[in-house]
């Protein structure tokens, strides 16, 4: 199959973009969905790391323990990466595995903490990547899921599945050529909107302590692709006795985000 080379995007955002300042976004973000001061005691699985920058955050807010766990090489190293340049190498286990491998997950353990931002949707296999992290969970515990929305009609989620396809089966070249194109019509768009792009860019980074070139790139890119309605991601978690405790919700193509609570 096809994939998208998340791992090389992230390396991108740490090489350029990572820094206090994303860190504290970053944290200020979880803390705040997560509606806590401190994640003092508790234990973080970040499933899907990406960058390893959520998984630092956690232990900035005080987790005892963190795991990062993702199935590309490049983004465990960029977590790997953040783990050595912190003070927090006892507390911080990073390994590599697929959320669709049920026996990995599984021999992880329960957390009270499950994050898991943007990464289902990429596995290939949604639903059941859902399942399989759904057992980590403590009783009493959360799980801070992202899940891109379901967005109907002609511009909605379908034709975003085969620009993402297209580009994933496309040579090297005209890769970069949609992402120059894909980037300079976001430029495009905000200068239309009388907004300055630089201002956009800087500010950014509040968003999560994300890059928006970065995110412009896996939003190109990130394949494979599957979308829920809010409807979808509420009733899964509630056939398995699961409360919804925040929410945040899009009418466009980004993610829908859910915080539940394992009864
Ligand atoms: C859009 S990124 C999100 C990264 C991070 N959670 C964040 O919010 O910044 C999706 C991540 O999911 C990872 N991923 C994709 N399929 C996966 C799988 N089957 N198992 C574990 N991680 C996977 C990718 O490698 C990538 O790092």
């Not at 969905?33 to 499933?47: H, M, P, Q, R, S």
């Not at 955050?57 to 199935?71: C, F, I, Q, R, T």
């Not at 494979?224 to 991601?233: D, G, K, N, Q, T």
Request: proline share 2%.
């Amino acid at each position: 199959m096809n994939r998208f080379e998340f791992g090389k995007n992230w390396q991108s955002f740490l090489n350029n973009h990572f820094s206090n300042e994303v860190l504290e976004a970053s944290k200020l973000k979880l803390a705040d969905f997560l509606k806590v001061d401190t994640l003092a005691d508790k234990t973080f699985v970040d499933f899907g790391s990406g960058s390893g920058l959520h998984s630092l955050a956690a232990l900035e807010l005080g987790a005892k323990v963190v795991m990062s766990v993702d199935y590309d090489k490049v983004a465990v190293e960029c977590a790997e990466r953040l783990k050595a340049n912190s003070p927090y190498k006892e507390n911080w286990q990073v390994h590599q595995g697929s959320l669709l491998d049920s026996s990995f997950i599984s021999g992880l353990g329960q957390f009270d903490i499950v994050y898991c931002w943007g990464v289902a949707h990429h596995t290939g296999n949604m639903w059941q990547a859902l399942e399989n992290i759904s057992k980590n969970i403590k009783k009493g515990g959360v799980i801070f899921v992202a899940i891109y929305n379901n967005v109907e009609g002609k511009l909605g989620s379908r034709m975003w599945w085969q620009i993402k396809h297209f580009y994933n089966k496309s040579p090297f070249i005209v890769k970069k050529i949609m992402e120059y194109m894909y980037i300079s019509y976001n430029f495009v768009i905000l200068l239309l909107h009388l907004k300055n792009p630089f201002n956009v860019m800087s500010s950014y980074k509040t968003k999560r302590g994300m890059a928006w070139s970065t995110d412009l790139v896996d939003w190109l890119g990130g394949y494979p692709y599957e979308y829920a309605s809010v409807r979808e991601i509420f009733d899964f978690y509630k056939q398995r006795s699961f409360e919804l405790q925040n929410i945040k919700t899009t009418n466009y193509i980004g993610c829908n985000q859910f915080l539940f609570i394992k009864k």
